[in-house]
C-alpha cells in the first residue's frame, strides 16, 4: 500500500516552498494534480510518472491518486499555495471515507495570504479574512453575505480568484457590496504572478479596486480602517504604541 | 548597509520552514528575536549573534534589527509562523518610516491556519476568517464584534492566541459570542505545539470547547455549518458534487 501527500507547493517558486514539501515531491513515485501546478514543479523533480486531469475533474483527480497509492505508488497530489485552503485536502479525505488506507499525509504551503502579503508589504498583521469570489461551488449569496460581513467586522480582506474567463465582473461586483459599507478611499493591495515569472504588485484604494483589471492570477487584498501606506509598502499596524 | 529580514520561521520544526526562510537564516550575521523563537532556531544556524528583547518590547527590538543593519549587518528577525500575520513585518516598516534604508525583505511562512490546519485534516478549505484573542493591543470590544460577524458570515474561523497566563478565561468568553450565533454541535479543534516537540490536537464540539482547556501555545478552529469529521479528520468541504 503506499501514500498520498497533499503537498501544498506555495506561490510557484521553490525558494517559497517548505523542505517538507520539498521532501515529498522528492520521494514521490507519480505527481498528480491540475496542469498549471504540475508544470510548476515537474523540472525540479525529474523521472516521477505524471497524472493530471483538467478544471472542474477535481474529485476525479483525487480518486486517481487515492488508487495510485492502492496500487502501491506513493503519490505527491500537488496544490498551489496551501493544500487546505481552497486545496484537495479535503476532498481526499472526503473521497477515502471511513477507509483508513491509503495513508493521507497533508503538508501544508505559504497561502497567497502569506506570499502575497509579504510582496506588498504586511497588508494582514491584524484580524482578517479570506474569501473566494469563486461561484463555481458557492452560491454567489454566500459570497456576498461574507463580503458585507468581513466589511462589517473591519477585518483585513485577502480576495482569491476576483475574476475569471468566464466572470469578468466578480471582483466589480464584489467591490460594490464592500462599498456600502466602506469608504472609497479604503487602501487594497493587488498582487500578480506571486513567486513567478513576471511577479507584479500596486497599491490602490477600493474606488479604483472597482475598475481595475484583475485575472485568475491575482489576489486582492482590502486594507481596514487603520492600513497605510509607509514608503511604498502597504501595512495593516497591530496598534503597538509610541511608533 | 546591511538589510533586515524579517523571517516567518512557520511552527517551529525546520521542515515546515520555506527555503527562502533557511536561506535567509544561514547568511544573516545576527538571530533576533522574541527569546522562545530565537531559542526554535539558534541551534540550527550556529556561530550568529543573538539579539532578543522580551514581550511588550516589540519596538524595541526592531529598532535594534533596524540599527545593527544600518551598522552593516544582515539581520534576520525572526517570527513565529508567518511574518506578517501578528509578526513584525508591519512594525519594522512603521520605524523605518519614509526611509529606504537599511532594505528590509519581509520572507513569509507557514502560518498556524494552515499548519494548525493540516494537523487536524483540513478545516478551512472554504472562506475564513483569522482573529487573535489578545487584547493587549486591541480593544476586547473590537475582538467580539469580529467573532460575532465572523459567525454570522458562517465562516470558519482560525483563533489565535486563546489564552494568556494574564487572562485565561478569553477563550471562554468567546464561545459565549460565538454560541449566541452558532450551535452547541459546532465542531471545532485544538492544536497545540504545532510541528514542535509534545504536538498534540483534538476534535471537539463548540460547546465542549468553552470548558476546553488551552494556553498560549494552542491555535483553536471552530468548523463552519458544512463542517464535518471523516474518519478523524475535521474538514470543511468546498462543495464539490457527488462525492
Redesign the interface.
Known amino acids: 500500500m503506499g501514500k498520498v501527500f497533499i503537498v501544498?507547493i506555495?506561490p510557484g517558486n521553490?525558494?517559497?516552498?517548505?523542505?517538507?514539501a520539498?521532501?515529498a515531491l522528492e520521494a514521490c513515485d507519480v505527481i498528480a494534480g491540475y496542469p498549471v501546478y504540475v508544470d510548476l514543479v515537474k523540472d525540479r523533480y525529474p523521472g516521477k510518472e505524471l497524472v493530471s486531469t483538467p478544471m472542474t475533474q477535481?474529485?476525479r483527480r483525487c480518486q486517481m491518486a487515492l488508487d495510485l497509492a492502492k496500487s502501491g505508488k506513493t503519490v505527491a497530489l500537488v496544490c498551489s499555495g496551501?493544500?487546505?485552503?481552497?486545496?484537495m485536502?479535503?476532498?481526499v479525505?472526503?473521497?477515502?471515507?471511513?477507509?483508513?488506507e491509503p495513508e493521507?499525509e497533508?503538508?501544508?504551503?505559504?497561502?497567497a495570504?502569506?506570499?502575497g502579503?509579504?510582496v506588498l508589504?504586511?497588508?494582514?498583521?491584524?484580524?482578517?479574512?479570506?474569501?473566494?469570489l469563486s461561484d463555481r461551488?458557492?452560491p454567489w449569496e454566500?459570497?456576498e453575505?461574507?463580503l458585507?460581513?468581513?466589511a462589517?467586522?473591519?477585518?483585513a480582506i485577502a480576495i482569491y480568484n476576483p475574476a475569471s474567463h468566464g466572470r469578468p465582473d466578480h471582483l466589480k461586483r464584489a467591490c460594490d457590496i464592500l462599498l456600502r459599507v466602506l469608504p472609497e478611499e479604503r487602501l487594497c493591495g493587488i498582487v500578480r504572478n506571486i513567486g513567478r515569472e513576471g511577479q507584479s504588485s500596486r497599491i490602490l484604494t477600493l474606488g479604483e479596486l472597482q475598475a481595475a483589471d484583475v485575472d485568475m492570477f491575482c489576489t486582492v487584498f482590502v486594507g481596514n480602517s487603520s492600513t497605510k501606506v509607509?514608503?511604498g509598502?502597504l501595512?495593516?499596524?497591530?496598534?503597538?504604541?509610541?511608533?
Do not use: M, Q
Not at 497533508?106 to 497561502?111: A, E, S
Not at 462589517?152 to 477585518?155: D, L, Q
Not at 501595512?235 to 511608533?243: H, S
Open positions: 501544498g506555495g521553490e525558494e517559497n516552498r517548505t523542505i517538507r520539498d521532501r477535481e474529485a496551501d493544500s487546505g485552503i481552497y486545496g485536502a479535503a476532498l479525505y472526503e473521497l477515502r471515507g471511513e477507509n483508513s493521507v497533508v503538508v501544508p504551503g505559504l497561502t495570504a502569506c506570499s502579503g509579504a508589504g504586511a497588508p494582514l498583521t491584524h484580524d482578517f479574512a479570506v474569501i473566494s461551488l458557492t454566500t459570497i453575505n461574507r458585507r460581513c468581513a462589517e467586522g473591519n477585518f509607509v514608503n509598502a501595512i495593516t499596524p497591530r496598534g503597538y504604541r509610541n511608533v
